[in-house]
């Protein structure tokens, strides 16, 4: 019978992961496979552990422990004792759909030769957060420090180059896992920074290997809107920080467009009269002074 392993990597965020098993616990269980979650725990200070001691209910779970900070160090070490045929990353701040294990199991059935899974995260909207947010007009702000991933809803294998999904909804063959290796230690969050891309770089090296990546889209899981994010200055802060980690990631070589780039964002801020405006062109701005920084880092 085929094993899934559902990991979760954590650092102090009891509560939220709390509401991630919960999703899980409830979440219907396929036919035909063995399902547990392996919860590490990343240099974690709070109750987590003795938490998770208590636990009597639910899904069979292992909790183990990486001290050292960083959550590259956490996947590297479950990687190392996860001995089923299958992995799924969920975060410790996403909640499953219901359908969630049954769609992730049915597809690696489905498509036996996919080294990959990826399927949608979508925000998980309270009506707490400020209007702009979800505005999909013209003056949009992107990146969003709310994770996003939605190719539509008819399942396909994603070609390089078309879209690479982060670690938040991924699912893996464990024998792929292992030929892609370590997540790299250089990259990703510590604690809870704005560090990330070690989940982007780790695809795209399996990519480059040759693995088949199938986007699924009833694979769905909702990630936390955290309210204190979704203020101007951290979205500025991300969208600097994310755009220099896939700059460097992908090998981008600085060039003249980006500082070009950079000076029409610079104009179209400055001429900016309405929020909304000013706002968008704010973050664009500073993605596009991540782009250059992440691509001087190559040079």
């Not at 991924?170 to 510590?190: D, Y």
């Not at 500025?236 to 500082?259: D, N, T």
Request: charged share 25%.
């Amino acid at each position: 019978m085929p094993s899934l392993t559902i990991l979760i990597c954590t650092h102090n965020r009891r509560t939220l992961l709390a509401k991630a098993l919960a999703s899980l616990d409830a979440a219907r269980r396929p036919a035909g496979w063995t399902v547990r979650i392996m919860v590490m725990a990343n240099a974690c200070s709070d109750d987590t552990l003795a938490w998770l001691a208590t636990r009597q209910h639910g899904l069979p779970l292992l909790a183990d422990r990486e001290p050292t900070p960083g959550k590259s160090h956490a996947l590297n070490r479950a990687l190392t004792r996860i001995d089923s045929d299958c992995i799924a990353f969920v975060d410790d701040d996403h909640r499953v759909d219901a359908g969630y294990i049954e769609a992730v199991c049915a597809a690696f059935d489905r498509h036996p030769d996919a080294a990959l899974l990826c399927g949608r995260i979508l925000p998980d909207w309270d009506g707490s957060e400020p209007a702009w947010a979800r505005d999909t007009g013209p003056y949009r702000v992107y990146p969003l420090p709310v994770p996003r991933f939605d190719l539509g809803d008819e399942g396909m294998e994603v070609p390089v180059g078309r879209a690479v999904p982060g670690g938040g909804n991924l699912a893996v063959r464990t024998e792929w896992a292992t030929r892609i290796g370590r997540f790299s230690t250089e990259l990703g969050p510590q604690g809870h920074d704005l560090g990330g891309a070690e989940d982007f770089d780790w695809v795209t090296r399996g990519l480059a290997m040759g693995a088949r990546l199938v986007y699924v889209p009833d694979m769905i899981q909702y990630h936390y809107v955290d309210g204190a994010r979704l203020r101007t200055g951290y979205v500025v802060r991300k969208a600097f920080i994310r755009s220099s980690s896939v700059a460097h990631v992908e090998g981008i070589r600085p060039a003249a467009y980006m500082l070009r780039k950079a000076l029409g964002y610079l104009g179209a801020l400055a001429t900016s009269l309405s929020s909304d405006r000013r706002r968008h062109y704010l973050v664009r701005l500073a993605a596009s002074l991540g782009e250059l920084h992440g691509a001087l880092k190559n040079r």
